[in-house]
């Protein structure tokens, strides 16, 4: 650069005509090199040099859509360039030009070079995942090129999800995992093999001399961690954790002394050290040498071979692994997992701004982590899911103060609690049923919580609240609810969504300005009666325990109503016309609940929700006494 300096400034002593020459020239170069430049670092880019599959390049590139359900009507950020002296980041979300061809898979091999075209400030974020976690990836890269984070890469475990990513602008490499595009399930030996991916990449990554922040797709950022980790120059690695009992209160590291629960490797950030080095690398060879065992157990076998001493008084670090390694723990309350974000609420109690949520802790599976992002409004998904054909339904609820809040905490409560708001859920299904909506499910209230093992009610030293905002996944199945089920014999289908649907920024205007009221009343008072009449425009009173017929007379004079919501769901629904109908319906709903666990000093501890409870005279909440007992209620 100051040889060209030089040049300007020679020029600018010389004649007009020379000045010109000289400053066409110089632009040339210029312009010219950053073009070789962006075409030989360029992710897109192929090269002579290169080996070309001729299948690979003969296979038609896949639409733009990428055949990913994430919505094109998100305002995509542009990246802002770097900070004076770092290299500028090719911008996320800039699709290749739709008549261009896929480059060579070769070309997204896993380098150096590659790690260092997306790092900034010497930090690379990476993500992995196959096709099935499409969705779950670019909510995950959305949410960091809103905070303006653009050093990020995803690692793409099956060419279908490379493809699809490549198209859509994010930066992205081959693992060569060649893996299934589906979902493989928790526990599942594919889904030990994810484990050892992740464990093979950061002994990739690590020698590369970056430092590594690697996250699981089923977490999303709401804040930029980087100056957070920054503060922490020392840590050889900074991990998240399974902790549930708040240890410290503020946003300084949790006290790993009280830190009893797992390790989480969800969430972690990895300096390339000697430590470290040497840590991922046995952490490796434990997993390669024997296939059943779990990649967090094995990194947290390694690093508990020795906690402590503190590495000084104030950072949190302390040593751990080998005695070499410096170690902090991420703050419970704000680097949340599924239980201290959607249950505990910990970081609201504690007035503090959450990082990053983690979907652990939860019971629906792969479905279950999507609904829980959905409720918390932090998933993107494509504008027809806001806009579903026939409509949405949704009530609200009525709780008598009684059940939410007197008495104690106990199962006897708790299940009086549940089964009172399970109930409407049922006159509500019934309804979306009939009228071919879809049922926007209402806040969920728990007075006990859920875990995989015996509990008093809420873990104590946790600051789980009583009643407490639930889940849907704590009471219901909701991989169940989302599955197509055989309608010969569970019915037509009924489409769900999750309670803060209708308050989503990404709910569309058309759909908030379609919308009827619709106020229960009893039959033979003033202007109650079925028919579709409004009172007044926007607001129906409509008869409760009307019949299916009466539903569908009335109602189809509304099918084209975004929103239909009723003032309660108490007395509702009457009854099915169609008995069969309705013996599919029941034989659907009994499947849609799942247990609570556990009762303490009881084998097993679990309790199964039952749908059909009032049906059942003295029914009473109490685990199997038998193991024939110990079904769910169908």
Not at 364 to 379: D, P
């Amino acid at each position: 650069m100051g040889g060209w300096r030089n040049a300007v400034q020679e020029a600018a002593a010389s004649k007009p005509l020379f000045l010109t020459i000289y400053t066409t020239i110089i632009v040339g170069i210029v312009a010219t090199s950053f073009y070789v430049f962006s075409a030989i670092y360029s992710p897109s880019a192929s090269t002579s040099t290169q080996s070309i599959s001729t299948s690979w390049l003969s296979s038609p590139p896949l639409s733009q859509n990428g055949g990913s359900n994430f919505s094109n009507n998100i305002s995509l950020p542009t990246d802002k360039a770097s900070q004076p002296g770092s290299n500028q980041l090719k911008t996320i979300w800039q699709a290749p030009p739709s008549n261009s061809k896929m480059p060579p898979l070769e070309s997204f091999k896993l380098t150096k070079e590659l790690v260092g075209e997306r790092a900034k400030d010497n930090v690379i974020i990476v993500t992995f995942g196959n096709f099935a976690f499409m969705d779950f990836i670019l909510t995950w890269v959305k949410h960091l090129t809103d905070l303006d984070v653009s050093n990020l890469l995803v690692g793409a475990m099956d060419t279908k999800l490379l493809e699809a990513l490549y198209w859509k602008g994010v930066p992205v490499f081959d693992m060569g995992s060649h893996m299934s595009t589906i979902d493989v399930g928790w526990g599942s030996p594919t889904f030990h093999k994810m484990g050892r991916e992740k464990v093979l990449l950061i002994n990739a990554i690590l020698p590369f001399g970056y430092e590594l922040l690697m996250c699981d797709t089923d977490m999303v950022w709401l804040k930029d961690p980087l100056p957070y980790l920054a503060q922490y120059p020392d840590a050889d690695i900074l991990t998240s954790s399974d902790q549930v009992v708040p240890t410290v209160v503020d946003d300084r590291l949790a006290d790993w002394k009280q830190v009893g629960a797992a390790y989480n490797i969800g969430i972690f950030h990895w300096r390339s050290t000697e430590p470290a080095i040497k840590l991922a690398k046995e952490w490796k060879d434990m997993l390669l040498a024997d296939d059943k065992i779990w990649d967090q157990n094995g990194f947290n076998e390694l690093a508990r071979k020795q906690t402590g001493p503190a590495i000084d008084d104030d950072s949190g670090l302390f040593y751990a692994f080998d005695g070499t390694l410096k170690l902090g723990i991420l703050p419970e309350s704000i680097f949340c997992s599924g239980h201290t974000y959607f249950v505990q609420a910990m970081y609201e109690q504690l007035r503090l701004e959450p990082y990053a949520l983690h979907t652990t802790f939860q019971y629906g599976g792969t479905e279950g982590k999507r609904h829980r992002l959905r409720e918390a409004m932090v998933f993107y998904d494509p504008p027809e899911y806001y806009d579903a054909p026939g409509g949405f339904l949704s009530f609200k609820p009525s709780i008598p103060k009684s059940l939410l809040l007197d008495g104690e905490h106990n199962l006897e409560s708790h299940f009086s609690l549940i089964n009172y708001q399970m109930k409407q859920i049922r006159s509500a299904l019934a309804i979306a049923s009939l009228l071919n909506r879809t049922l926007v499910m209402p806040p969920l209230w728990c007075r006990l919580d859920r875990l995989w093992f015996s509990h008093p009610g809420v873990l104590e030293g946790s600051m789980t609240r009583q009643p407490f905002l639930c889940p849907l996944d704590h009471v219901f199945e909701v991989n169940v609810m989302l599955k197509d089920l055989p309608q010969e014999e569970f019915g037509p289908a009924i489409n769900i969504r999750e309670y803060s649907f209708l308050n989503n920024p990404l709910l569309p205007q058309q759909v908030k300005e379609s919308w009827l009221d619709v106020q229960l009343c009893q039959e033979g008072t003033e202007d109650c009666h079925a028919s579709s009449n409004t009172s007044r425009p926007g607001l129906l009173r409509f008869p409760k325990n009307s019949t299916e017929e009466m539903f569908k007379t009335v109602f189809s004079s509304f099918k084209d109503v975004k929103v239909i919501q009723f003032s309660s769901m108490q007395g509702a629904f009457y009854s099915f016309t169609d008995k069969t109908r309705e013996e599919k319906f029941t034989n659907r709903l009994k499947r849609y609940v799942g247990i609570w666990c556990c009762v303490e000093n009881h084998t097993p501890g679990h309790i199964y929700y039952d749908m059909y409870w009032d049906e059942k005279p003295g029914w009473k909440p109490a685990p199997p006494q038998t193991p024939e007992e110990d079904h769910p209620p169908f």
